[in-house]
């Protein structure tokens, strides 16, 4: 009997350089999207309809699906396997759990943020009336999830993994959480890609992954525009409320470890097996296309932290 471990191995898959590659495109892709649509004008719901057409789809998902029209036998790799039921009821529950421990981690990243001196710039939209909640569930919330774990669990996962499963899961759960260039955003998008990486593993099917992609963006919109209307003024920080927020991240944090644990463990047992560490050095064309893809996107968050500096001194001089 063939070791499942060694046939996870050895099936065929991207290569790391064009792993690489596809996350350099879309980090040059997204400065060559907001510079363009900066010219447009624009509200915000509809900036984020044209920024599917010049964004998700010809820098994230058409790359991948030529590259997967050139390259036959890829699905395996990609786990472009059947969604069971079950994967889908598992996704779902954890994007929401998620929500709940991404708002908690989001609101101690943030005020860690604002004591170096640092201010939240930018955000999402908020859909003004239930109209324009529907086209922001299919622009901001399903477009991206699809695109996004197309590339990142799907592409740039399957290509690390021959160096090992949690290793590749991490990788490109960094590399996803970098790409979004937002400063105050990192955690939340690290701990979305760990998840997803999980899950897509845990039943073997991409679609696993859009799902919990797909549901956690939908939630984040729904709760956006329920609240909407109810002020956003932020209570005071104190020990107390620091205490209550960190205990929030760490009970969802557990119950979403938890879930994932239940499901890689029936993962192992039905001989899908996590790949264990394999270390193997890149090539010179590796290093080169990966390096220049982390200096992109460093760049891209070092201009957000810049600009976020200059928001706050032009906030305290007119003050």
């Not at 596809?22 to 447009?40: D, H, K, P, R």
Request: charged share 10%; hydrophobic share 55%; aromatic share 8%.
């Amino acid at each position: 009997m063939q070791d499942p471990i060694y046939s996870r191995i050895n099936i065929p898959r991207p290569t790391l350089t064009a792993a690489s590659g596809f996350v350099l495109l879309a980090a040059l892709g997204l400065w060559v999207s907001e510079l363009a649509l900066s010219f447009l004008p624009l509200g915000a719901q509809a900036i984020a309809a044209v920024e599917c057409a010049l964004y998700y789809l010809p820098f994230i998902a058409l790359p991948v699906a030529l590259y997967m029209r050139r390259h036959r036998g890829l699905a395996g790799a990609m786990r472009l396997n059947p969604l069971p039921a079950s994967g889908a009821l598992t996704a779902a529950l954890l994007a929401l759990v998620t929500v709940f421990c991404c708002s908690a981690l989001a609101t101690l990243w943030g005020w860690a943020l604002d004591a170096l001196g640092l201010r939240a710039i930018g955000g999402a939209p908020t859909p003004a009336n239930r109209a324009e909640l529907m086209l922001s569930i299919v622009t901001m919330a399903a477009v991206p999830a699809v695109c996004e774990e197309l590339l990142f669990r799907g592409f740039v996962l399957s290509a690390w993994e021959g160096r090992g499963t949690v290793y590749a899961i991490c990788v490109s759960a960094a590399l996803f959480s970098l790409m979004h260039g937002n400063l105050y955003g990192l955690p939340v998008y690290l701990l979305v890609g760990v998840v997803s990486g999980f899950a897509c593993h845990a039943f073997d099917s991409l679609y696993v992954g859009i799902v919990y992609h797909t549901v956690y963006n939908a939630a984040c919109l729904v709760l956006s525009f329920l609240v909407s209307g109810q002020g956003d003024a932020a209570p005071e920080m104190s020990a107390s409320l620091v205490f209550s927020v960190a205990l929030d991240a760490v009970m969802s944090l557990s119950v979403i470890a938890m879930l994932l644990s239940v499901a890689v463990l029936r993962a192992h047992r039905g001989e899908r097996p996590l790949i264990p560490r394999v270390r193997r050095p890149l090539s010179r064309r590796e290093r080169l296309t990966l390096w220049a893809a982390l200096l992109v996107m460093l760049a891209t968050l070092v201009i957000v932290a810049a600009i976020a500096l200059k928001a706050v001194s032009t906030a305290g001089g007119g003050a």
